[in-house]
């Protein structure tokens, strides 16, 4: 998950499988950050474009854990 915070000041927590597209708006805009997921919705957030991908980079690339596991 992608914890963001949004311009009206919430927080969110989004499934980095859901994401379509991350943009970075122009500096004069509200928002620095567009998110675009699956089911159509458009997020505009606070954190900066590079944080966003930063952390989308980091969940997409972590194994998925397998129910195998015996590491616990």
Do not use: C, W
Request: hydrophobic share 35%; aromatic share 6%; no cysteine.
């Amino acid at each position: 998950m992608i914890e963001l915070t949004t311009v009206g000041g919430y927080k969110r927590s989004i499934l980095a499988d859901r994401v379509i597209e991350i943009a970075e708006l122009p500096a004069e805009k509200r928002s620095s950050t567009v998110i675009k997921l699956t089911n159509g919705e458009t997020i505009f957030v606070k954190n900066s474009y590079e944080k966003v991908l930063e952390m989308y980079k980091q969940i997409k690339q972590e194994p998925a854990s397998s129910d195998n596991d015996t590491s616990h």
